[in-house]
């Protein structure tokens, strides 16, 4: 009996763990291969394509491959065009990747297809040709309706191809307005002139044997850090977004952008010279034109309203002078009775200071050049005031090129000391700071 009941849970057991394999088995099979939707609108080999005829409301353009060239057919005399720009479209419009396949369709009206916004005809080397239409934005994504001829699937595509689909021939224009910044900019920036907004803001860059550094002429004169250039000026450049080519486009009231220019920026890099006009376009963007050529691009982007009106004071870094210990190679130090040398040997972890007998650490030296340039901005110094030649600080930082710098902290009142750096005073520091730094300094080179 014991035997009966255990043979019925055994036939039970294997019939659950049967039906549990087939559910599995459901559950893991993927889909039939007939439900997958296609990827591509169109995908054609680059070398079958022969040219494209593009039309929409801003008028038509041609394009035909002729011995491996991209030319514009019928285009005006002295336009250059980009060759980047020809390949990329033409390559977009060869491979239109599919947002969305919404299926089979006869109510084109509807989607903006019946009077499309544009129409591309690709031609190919065997005769054939095929047509796309592009319908209206869809209302609940970024997202376009697209149709192509022969086909009765209504599709969606992205924005990259919609905003292709609407090229005009200036589009395909070569468009050299703002600087292109590489990762060698720093080095090769030597001058930078900001006009606008009540203010001039211009700043050089020296080769002085063989280390680039950077000057403020106006409106104060200060020395500036690399560091400083970099996220301030190249980086904010670099990052402005170049929203579109502006052809015959601009408003009529800001067509004489020569006249109207709130901002003009004058820049020589890498070689180049270049005079930049910045008008507003609306609250996000910018007109900005090259005078050197007349070509205008509306530029937008976050940060281009703070680089056209970054008060002077914000390129002055929390130190009046900075020092990198990988850079230096001795530091003279004389204050109140005080003169002791600082030799700098090593890099990195192998970083040490030495005075006399006396041997720091690295993380020792790198306290003490801190301390030695704890020279925080207070004010701009006014006017052009006599100073005394009786400094209550001075330094001199040599460094492994052979560059020197003199920092001399003199008093100009009870509370305030004017900071001059190789003969330039622009900014005072705090007299207490400048005492407690002096105060420090004598307990590090005490007895030596």
């Avoid at 039970?12 to 997958?36: E, F, N, R, T, Y």
């Avoid at 080519?245 to 709130?262: H, L, N, R, W």
Wanted: charge should be negative; hydrophobic fraction near 40%; glycine fraction near 8%.
């Amino acid at each position: 009996m014991k035997r009966d009941r255990w043979y019925i849970r055994f036939i039970a057991m294997a019939g659950i763990l049967a039906v549990l394999i087939v559910l599995l088995g459901i559950i893991s099979k993927p889909p039939p291969s007939d439900s997958q939707e296609e990827s591509m609108i169109t995908d054609f080999h680059m070398g079958t394509v022969a040219g494209a005829a593009l039309i929409n409301e801003k008028g038509s353009v041609a394009l035909m491959i002729q011995n491996g060239e991209i030319e514009i057919l019928d285009a005006p005399v002295g336009l250059i065009f980009s060759e980047t720009n020809r390949k990329a479209f033409l390559y977009r419009m060869a491979h239109i990747p599919i947002k969305k396949n919404l299926g089979v369709t006869e109510t084109w009206e509807q989607y903006g297809l019946e009077y499309p916004q544009a129409k591309l005809t690709l031609f190919f080397t065997d005769g054939s040709r095929t047509t796309l239409r592009l319908g209206d934005k869809t209302p609940l994504e970024d997202a376009w309706y697209l149709s192509r001829e022969g086909d009765d699937s209504l599709y969606l595509v992205d924005s990259v191809t919609a905003k292709m689909m609407k090229y005009s021939l200036d589009d395909f224009r070569d468009i050299d307005v703002l600087p292109v910044i590489s990762p060698d900019s720093l080095k090769s920036l030597k001058r930078f002139c900001l006009t606008g907004g009540e203010q001039i803001l211009e700043i050089q860059g020296e080769n002085q044997a063989g280390e680039i550094r950077f000057f403020m002429k106006e409106p104060f004169e200060a020395v500036l850090n690399w560091q400083t250039i970099m996220e301030k000026i190249l980086v904010p450049l670099s990052e402005t977004e170049n929203l579109e080519f502006v052809g015959e486009e601009i408003p009529s009231e800001k067509k004489d952008i020569s006249m109207q220019a709130e901002y003009r920026l004058e820049i020589e890099i890498d070689g180049n010279e270049r005079e930049l006009l910045f008008v507003p376009a609306d609250e996000d963007s910018w007109y900005c034109k090259n005078m050197a050529n007349g070509q205008v691009v509306r530029v937008g982007g976050s940060g281009v309203m703070d680089f056209l009106t970054r008060p002077a004071e914000k390129f002055l870094d929390s130190t009046l002078y900075r020092a990198n210990g990988a850079d230096m190679e001795k530091v003279t130090v004389i204050a109140d009775g005080l003169k002791e040398e600082l030799e700098l040997r090593g890099q990195g972890e192998l970083l040490r200071g030495y005075c006399g007998e006396k041997e720091w650490s690295q993380a020792e030296t790198i306290q003490l050049l801190e301390i030695l340039t704890m020279i925080p901005p207070a004010e701009p110094l006014e006017g052009n005031p006599l100073l005394s030649e009786e400094a209550l600080l001075t330094l001199y930082f040599q460094r492994k090129t052979g560059v020197e710098d003199v920092v001399e902290i003199i008093p100009v009142s009870r509370w305030r000391c004017a900071v001059r750096v190789n003969g330039l005073a622009s900014f005072t520091t705090y007299t207490n700071t400048i005492e407690e730094i002096i105060r420090v300094i004598k307990g590090y080179f005490a007895g030596y």
